[in-house]
């Protein structure tokens, strides 16, 4: 008979709940933890937590700094996450824990994810210990019901953009294309739901003051529909009665909204980086914009350190104008014939049950838990 364990995870926003099993025959525990990034951000990669009496612990990004309590770790690009630091006495003692036995599985969140791990540690003594550790996990979603079918008003149609990084995840590029549809006349209404994060904080952005102002301007216009938070069901049914979710970032590992968006078969317009590029296919669940990348899949330019340079600012606004008005010209088709977009509604939501499903993917962790915690 299996037994039931004590499983620790961090109560953090919203990454666990993705990475974790939403339904699990063990009793998942979700834990304070200690938010290190907050005291320095090279610490960003660690954590101490109040797991108690916890037969196995599953963090997330946050390595737990002490403790034999066997863990498992998620992550989403870098593992561990200290930027710059690779040679520090800080970092290799986060590598041998990742490396000891107390450190039972790695999970990647993409393979994207587990390439960059791997590159991240080729040529040190701890290699083959991490390589033969990580494995690919994709997140997880419960599937809300869906009936597939015609809508009453097919027009117009409604794209709709989520996102707390207004610049770096494509709120830009959103409100520009929605400006370039009025010009046209296209029955497009756009709906744009940010806090509105900009800036020097946001790590692809320009940090040149009020550069995104004429962007924010433009939320304030007949076919658009701004939203500064919506609570997560709220959203669900926005993306439910929409026709395309929009995710034109310049940086994003994986891109939970997407997925969401496939549950409710809401096919995506995306860019190819990160994970993405993993489960959207263009003219199949969603249409794709054009994005330099390098072989990893990130960005060409996400490493600049010239962030408040006029070059820097002009690439960006090239960029953000190009992206809209490839995002209008994909889109208009479907203008004249939105029975057109039901193929690639269906096939959303095939993807969503294919790689998401939260209850294929609890049976599994589960089975994952009991091996790691008896090993």
């Known amino acids: ?34 938010p290190t990034n907050k005291i320095a951000a090279r610490l960003e990669g660690v954590t101490l937590a109040l797991t108690g009496n916890a037969d196995l612990l599953h963090f997330h990004n946050r390595i737990p700094l002490f403790g034999r309590t066997p863990f498992l770790m998620s992550f989403e690009s870098h593992l561990p996450r200290y930027f710059g630091g690779e040679k520090t006495p800080l970092f290799q003692f986060m590598r ?35 390589k033969d550790k990580v494995e690919i996990v994709y997140p997880n979603i419960l599937l809300p019901d869906y009936r597939l079918g015609p809508k009453e008003k097919p027009l117009p149609l409604k794209l709709v953009f989520v996102g707390a990084h207004f610049g770096r995840k494509g709120g830009a590029v959103a409100a520009r294309a929605a400006a370039i549809a009025r010009t046209k006349k296209l029955p497009l209404h756009f ?43 709220k959203v669900l049914e926005i993306l439910r009665d929409a026709d395309f979710s929009i995710l034109t970032t310049f940086s994003d590992t994986f891109g939970y909204s997407v997925i969401e968006s496939f549950g409710v078969g809401t096919p995506a317009i995306a860019t190819p ?18 994005l330099d990348v390098d072989e990893f899949g990130e960005w060409k330019h996400i490493s600049r350190t010239d962030k408040d340079s006029d070059a820097y600012a002009d690439l960006v606004r090239t960029e953000i104008e190009r992206m809209a008005q490839e995002l209008i010209t994909a889109v208009s088709p479907y ?16 993807t969503a049950e294919k790689l998401f499903d939260g209850a294929k993917r609890a049976s599994y962790l589960d089975d994952l838990y009991e091996r790691c915690a008896t090993n």
């Open 1 to 34: 008979m299996s037994r039931r364990l004590k499983v620790a995870v961090l109560r953090d926003r919203y990454p666990t709940k993705f990475n974790t099993p939403r339904i699990s025959r063990h009793a998942i525990r979700p834990v304070y933890f200690l």
């Open 96 to 130: 041998r824990r990742l490396a000891g036995r107390n450190c039972r599985r790695i999970i990647a969140m993409s393979h994207f994810a587990k390439k960059i791990f791997l590159n991240q540690h080729k040529d040190t003594p701890d290699y083959e210990r991490l």
């Open 191 to 233: 709906h744009i739901i940010s806090s509105l994060e900009v800036g020097s904080a946001v790590w692809t952005d320009p940090t040149q003051k009020d550069f995104f102002a004429p962007y924010i301007r433009l939320l304030n216009a007949d076919n658009v529909t701004f939203e500064r938070g919506a609570s997560n069901a």
């Open 273 to 290: 980086q990160g994970a993405l590029p993993e489960f959207v296919t263009p003219g199949q669940n969603g249409i794709m914009i054009k």
């Open 335 to 350: 203008c004249d014939n939105p029975q057109a977009l039901l193929p690639l509604r269906a096939e959303a939501r095939k």
